[in-house]
C-alpha cells in the first residue's frame, strides 16, 4: 500500500511539472514582448536546469536521503558525484550505482574541512567539466541523549561543522568556480522541520538547521543586483527511515517512516525550477506533497490549507422536495426564531433613504461604540469591532499565536473558526475534556484542568461560555477565580455568543471585574444569535484599552458598513424585541428539556439557544425526516466523540420545537 501511495505522489508532481515546464515556453511562443518582460525579472533561461545534461554533487550520499536522491537524478538521467567520509562504504555504494548508470563518479572527502570541500569540487569539476546542482545534504544529529546543558564541547562543534561549516565550504567553492566562469549554479541545502518546533534531545542539530537556513538567505542576500549565476533553496523533509532517525526514534514509530525516495519530487522540482520560483525561499516537502502550487506561490502556512466554508442546505432550495415548508430552516444555524426587529427594520428603511449611506462607514464606529460603551460600563477604547464574532476569534488568534505558542482550548469547543485558523498559524493546541456526562446533566468546563496545562509557551485560553456546544455555564464565581489566576502575559479569550439568553443572575459581568484581572482577558460578544443580525456581520471584543490596542493591529477599516452599525444600535435599544426573545428562549428551553426527560432522551439544561440531547436513533436518518416537515436540524456529528450519539436541536418558536419532540416521541 506504501509503495502504491508512493506511486501516486511521483505521478501527481510528474504532471504538474510538465504543466510547469509547459507555461515557461509561453514566452518563447509569445514573441520579444514576453521575453523583454521574463528579462526584467532579472533571470536568464539559462539558468534553469535540464536535467538529462545536468551535473549534480550530493554530500552524505552513500545511504538514506542522499543515496535516494542520487539514484533519482541518475534515472533523470544526470551526471550524479556522491559522497562521503568512509572511503569503503562509499566504494560499495558507488560499484552497485556504477552497475545500472554509466554517469556516476564517487569522491571521499570529508566536506567539513576546507580541503575536503575543496577537493570534492574540484574532482567533480575535472570528471564532468562542470557542476549545476549541489545538494548539501550530509548531516549529523550528534548526541540524542543529552540535554543542551550537558553537551560537549567538541560534540557541538562537530554538529555544527559538519552540519553548518560544510555546506559553507562548499557553497563557497561551488559559487567561487561558478562567478569565474560564469556558470549558473543552484544550491540546495537539506534542512528539517524541526526548525519550526524544535525537539527534545536535539538542540545541537536544532541550531545547525536553524544556521543552515541563514546560509541560504545570505546567499540570496549577497548574490541580489548581481547577474543570476546563483540560486540558493532550503528543504525542510518529513522524518523518514535513515540511520540517523533509527538511533533517535523508537522502534515502532522509526517502522511508520516513509522510504527516503518519497523526497524524490520536492529536489527534481528545486532542481529544475525557474530561479524567481526557488531563490531564498525554504519549502515544506510535506507542504509540497499535498499541495505545490499553494507551497510554491505562497510559501507559507496556507500550503494545504482549505478555505473555510459552509454550505447550509437551507440555502439551497432546489435541492428540497417541491412544497416542502423551510419554515424551520432558521434553526439549522441556530439563528433567531424572531427574525429581524422591528426597530431595525425601521433603522434599515430610513437608511435606504439617507442621502449619505453611500459614503465609506464611520472607522471608529462612534455611534455605536459611545452606547456600548455606556451599556458595558467600561471605556469605549476598550472595544473593537469585527465584520460578525468570527473575525474577532480568527484576528485573536493570529494575533496572540505562533508557532511556538501553546494555545489551550476546552474539548469539544466551537471549533469552525478555531481550527482552520490554528491550521493556519501552525499551531497545535492543548485540548482539556469537559467534566461530567449528559446523562447526569453535570457537563461542565475543567477550569482545573485547564489551568493545569498552563506553562510558559502559552499565549491564549479560548473558553466558549455560555458553551457552544453543550449549553453548559461555569460558575460565576469559578470563573472570576478561574480569570484572577491567569498570569498576566497570557491572553483569554471568553466567547460570550450565548450570554444574552442565559439567566441574569447566572451571568459573569466580565465588564465590572476587567480592571482587576491581571492577564489579557477578552470577552466577545456578537449581534448574530439573540439580536437576529446574523445577516449584518456585526461582531465586539471588550476588554481594557492596552488589549484592545493590540487586537486592533490586525485590523481594518470599514469593515462594518453604515446599515449594519445603525441595525446594530437599533437592536440594542430595542428593549420590548429582546424580552420576547428572551421569554420565549426560557420558557421554550425548559418545557423541551422537561419533555426530554419524560421521553427518557438524556439531555443537558441549557443556558442557550439550543438543547444537547441523546439522540435515540441515527442521527442522519432523523435530520432527514424532519427535514421533510420543514424543521433543520443542526449538524454536530464531528464534533463529540464517535462513540456518542449527541445532537442539538435549536430553540425554535412553540409549533417548530413541537415538531421535533412529536417525532421524538416515536422512538
Not at 37 to 45: I, K, L, N, V, Y
Not at 80 to 92: E, F
Not at 179 to 200: E, F, K, L, M
Amino acid at each position: 500500500m506504501k509503495r502504491q501511495i508512493n506511486n501516486i505522489r511521483r505521478r501527481f508532481i510528474k504532471i504538474f511539472l510538465l504543466g510547469r515546464k509547459i507555461i515557461q515556453k509561453i514566452p518563447l511562443l509569445l514573441g520579444s514582448t514576453a521575453a523583454s518582460r521574463s528579462a526584467s525579472t532579472g533571470f536568464e533561461p539559462s539558468a534553469v536546469v535540464t536535467l538529462a545534461d545536468a551535473v549534480v554533487v550530493i554530500t552524505g550520499s552513500y545511504r538514506g536521503i542522499g543515496l535516494a536522491l542520487a539514484e533519482t537524478f541518475l534515472e533523470e538521467g544526470a551526471a550524479v558525484v556522491i559522497n562521503g567520509r568512509n572511503q569503503k562504504a562509499l566504494h560499495q555504494t558507488l560499484n552497485q550505482l556504477q552497475n545500472r548508470f554509466p554517469k556516476v563518479f564517487g569522491v571521499a572527502s570529508d566536506i567539513s574541512t576546507s580541503s575536503g570541500a575543496r577537493l570534492l569540487i574540484e574532482e567533480s569539476i575535472a570528471k564532468f567539466g562542470k557542476i549545476d546542482v549541489l545538494i548539501n545534504n550530509a548531516a549529523t544529529s550528534g548526541p540524542t541523549d543529552k540535554k543542551i546543558w550537558d553537551i560537549p564541547e567538541e560534540k557541538w562543534s562537530s554538529v555544527l561543522k559538519t552540519n553548518v561549516t560544510g555546506p559553507f565550504l562548499c557553497s563557497k567553492k561551488l559559487i567561487q568556480w561558478a562567478r569565474t566562469t560564469q556558470h549558473p549554479v543552484r544550491i540546495i541545502n537539506v534542512s528539517s522541520g524541526i526548525v519550526d518546533n524544535g525537539a527534545p534531545l536535539l538542540s545541537a542539530y536544532t541550531v545547525s538547521k536553524m544556521a543552515l537556513e541563514g546560509l541560504t538567505l545570505s546567499i540570496e542576500e549577497d548574490c541580489k543586483g548581481e547577474k543570476p549565476l546563483v540560486t540558493a533553496v532550503s528543504i525542510k523533509p518529513r522524518s523518514v527511515m535513515t540511520n540517523m532517525t533509527k538511533g533517535y526514534y523508537a522502534a515502532t514509530e522509526y517502522g511508520l517512516l516513509d522510504d527516503p525516495n518519497v523526497l524524490a519530487p520536492i529536489f527534481r522540482f528545486a532542481a529544475t525550477a525557474p530561479p524567481a520560483e526557488i531563490m531564498g525561499k525554504t519549502f515544506s516537502e510535506p507542504a509540497f506533497q499535498i499541495d505545490p502550487v499553494g507551497e510554491i506561490v505562497l510559501n507559507n502556512n496556507l500550503s494545504g490549507i482549505q478555505a473555510v466554508t459552509i454550505g447550509p442546505e437551507t440555502f439551497k432550495p432546489e435541492n428540497l422536495s417541491p412544497g416542502v415548508n423551510r419554515a424551520g430552516a432558521y434553526m439549522h444555524l441556530l439563528q433567531n426564531p424572531f427574525r429581524i426587529c422591528p426597530a431595525v427594520a425601521e433603522a434599515v428603511t430610513q437608511a435606504i433613504f439617507d442621502p449619505e449611506i453611500h459614503g465609506y462607514p464611520d472607522p471608529k464606529y462612534t455611534d455605536l461604540r459611545k452606547f456600548l460603551s455606556e451599556y458595558l460600563g467600561i471605556s469605549s477604547d476598550g472595544l473593537v469591532f469585527g465584520p460578525g464574532a468570527s473575525e474577532l476569534i480568527e484576528r485573536a488568534l493570529r494575533t496572540f499565536s505562533n508557532r511556538k505558542a501553546q494555545i489551550i482550548l476546552t474539548r469539544p469547543t466551537w471549533g469552525l473558526i478555531i481550527w482552520p485558523t490554528l491550521t493556519r498559524c501552525g499551531v497545535s493546541p492543548v485540548e482539556v475534556p469537559y467534566k461530567g456526562r449528559l446523562k447526569t446533566k453535570d457537563i461542565r468546563h475543567d477550569l482545573d484542568g485547564m489551568y493545569r496545562q498552563i506553562t510558559s509557551a502559552t499565549r491564549l485560553i479560548y473558553l466558549v461560555n455560555p458553551c457552544n456546544p453543550t449549553g453548559s455555564i461555569v460558575n460565576k464565581d469559578d470563573l472570576k477565580d478561574f480569570l484572577m489566576s491567569i498570569p498576566r502575559h497570557i491572553a483569554v479569550l471568553l466567547d460570550e455568543a450565548y450570554v444574552d439568553y442565559c439567566e441574569p443572575e447566572k451571568q459573569f459581568n466580565l465588564a465590572k471585574h476587567l480592571e482587576r484581572i491581571p492577564c489579557h482577558v477578552i470577552g466577545l460578544r456578537t449581534f448574530s444569535k439573540f439580536f437576529a443580525l446574523s445577516g449584518f456581520r456585526v461582531g465586539y471584543a471588550y476588554t481594557r484599552p492596552e488589549t484592545a490596542e493590540l487586537l486592533s493591529r490586525l485590523g481594518l477599516p470599514f469593515t462594518i458598513s453604515n446599515i449594519a452599525q445603525r441595525a446594530a444600535l437599533a437592536a440594542l435599544k430595542d428593549v420590548e424585541f429582546q424580552r420576547r426573545v428572551y421569554e420565549n428562549n426560557d420558557r421554550e428551553r425548559r418545557r423541551m428539556s422537561e419533555a426530554f426527560d419524560q421521553m427518557g432522551i438524556a439531555n443537558m439544561p441549557t443556558h442557550t439557544s439550543f438543547l444537547l440531547f441523546d439522540c435515540p436513533l441515527e442521527r442522519d436518518r432523523m435530520r432527514n425526516d424532519l427535514k421533510k416537515e420543514g424543521i433543520f436540524m443542526p449538524n454536530v456529528d464531528g464534533v463529540f466523540e464517535i462513540t456518542e450519539n449527541h445532537a442539538i436541536t435549536s430553540i425554535g418558536l412553540p409549533e417548530h420545537n413541537q415538531k421535533i419532540l412529536d417525532y421524538l416521541s416515536r422512538f
